[in-house]
């Protein structure tokens, strides 16, 4: 007789960690400059197996890397095509060759910045730095769009952001956190994604992006050489939308814990006891991270009730329920909140083809 199968145990279960995603409206403005030039984007999609009709979906960061190095290959541009003159293949890894040698990451990074200028001159990457605090800015030195909440702008930030912070953080050999960054434009669609990926402390509406990180960071060595640019460079430039984000370890496992409670609401100190840890250590790992427990509470469940919306016919005051509300208008106060739209209207505007925006 064929053994019977048994349960997974809880190290089986911890030893499969869950996989990271990407929203939808990152791969919205990564093909902007596509679109733009009038190209199909249908078939590398379907090549990536990313459903881009639905906007509430996610994709697993893997096919987004995918995609990422595929419209690259596909433009000839690491820029995406969304500027006026294209980066050309190659540019990252001279990049990250500027500031290989260099003593400190301050040194480093302002030699990455000079490159910068001479592959992408419509923007301004400058580093400022305080007693306490340095900042990054990132600025246009041209206009990419009329609209300043146009997908393709709004990516070139989220898109240079990344890429610095990024390599910064791989020449230091450890995650570099975001105290704060203030955004150029208006709260994109996929703002709750903001947390995970950069900072809990994201604001909206300035002049140019500034991102806030300790400035003692910047004194730090730098740890890579020429066998790790080697080893760093297989797969990129699109691998280092996989590094250093913030949705990795603890979020995730909170993320889950808090999925698997619906209806329960879980305290944070229900999780902490169910991750054998501290609540004190877990606020400091959630920290550590760039993302705070409400934070994550708030992006799971604006998830799971726009993709409900969007793919099923399940009632409003039934999803109200399962999330956790403890009536339907707090529910619908929330869904204003994330899309600008009651959840009637959101779901009416995508059963009829209209991309909701907020």
């Known amino acids: 007789m064929p053994a019977r199968p048994t349960a997974p145990d809880a190290d089986q279960t911890r ?6 995603t990407v929203a939808n409206g990152f791969v919205t403005g990564m093909l902007a400059g596509m679109t733009r030039q009038g ?30 190095n595929a419209v690259i290959d596909a433009l000839d541009d690491e820029g995406f095509a969304l500027f006026s003159q294209p980066m050309r293949r190659g540019s990252f890894e001279f990049l990250c060759r500027a500031a290989l040698g260099a003593p400190t990451l301050a040194i480093g990074l302002e030699r990455a910045s000079r490159f910068l200028d001479l592959v992408l001159p419509d923007m301004r990457v400058q580093i400022e730095r305080g007693r306490e605090f340095a900042l990054l800015h990132i600025a246009e ?22 890429l610095f912070h990024g390599v910064a953080s791989w020449l230091a050999g450890r995650g570099l956190a975001l105290d704060a960054v203030s955004f150029p434009y208006s709260p994109p669609a996929h703002v709750a994604d903001y947390a995970l990926v950069y900072t809990a402390d994201s ?22 050489d020429e066998a790790a640019l080697q080893a760093f460079l ?18 995730l496992r ?8 619906l209806p329960d609401t879980l305290t944070v100190d229900a999780v902490a006891e169910r991750l054998h840890i501290s609540p004190r250590t877990l606020h400091r790992r959630l920290e550590e991270e760039g993302a705070g427990f409400r934070t994550i509470k708030d992006a799971l469940r604006r998830d799971i009730a726009l993709a409900r919306l969007a793919k099923t ?12 509300y403890a009536d339907p208008s707090a529910f619908y106060r929330a869904c204003v909140a994330w899309t600008g739209r009651s959840p009637d209207r959101y779901r009416r505007e995508l059963r009829a083809g209209k991309q909701p925006r907020r």
């Open 203 to 224: 604001r909206f509406g300035t002049g140019m992006l500034t991102a806030q990180l300790r400035d003692h960071l910047l004194d730090l060595p730098i740890r890579r």
């Open 313 to 324: 016919d399940q009632p409003v005051a039934a999803l109200a329920a399962e999330l956790g």
């Open 234 to 251: 297989d797969g990129a430039p699109g691998k280092i939308s996989m590094l250093y984000r913030r949705d990795r370890n603890t979020v």
């Open 254 to 261: 909170v993320r889950d814990l808090l999925r698997s409670a």
């Open 141 to 162: 030195r041209r206009s990419l769009a009329d609209d300043p909440d146009d997908a393709g702008r709004v990516f070139a930030f989220e898109w240079l952001l990344r």
């Open 15 to 20: 030893a499969a960690p869950p996989r990271a």
């Open 39 to 68: 190209r199909d984007t249908g078939a590398l999609l379907t090549r990536f197996g990313i459903d881009h009709a639905d906007p509430a979906s996610r994709i697993p960061i893997e096919r987004y890397a995918a995609l990422y």
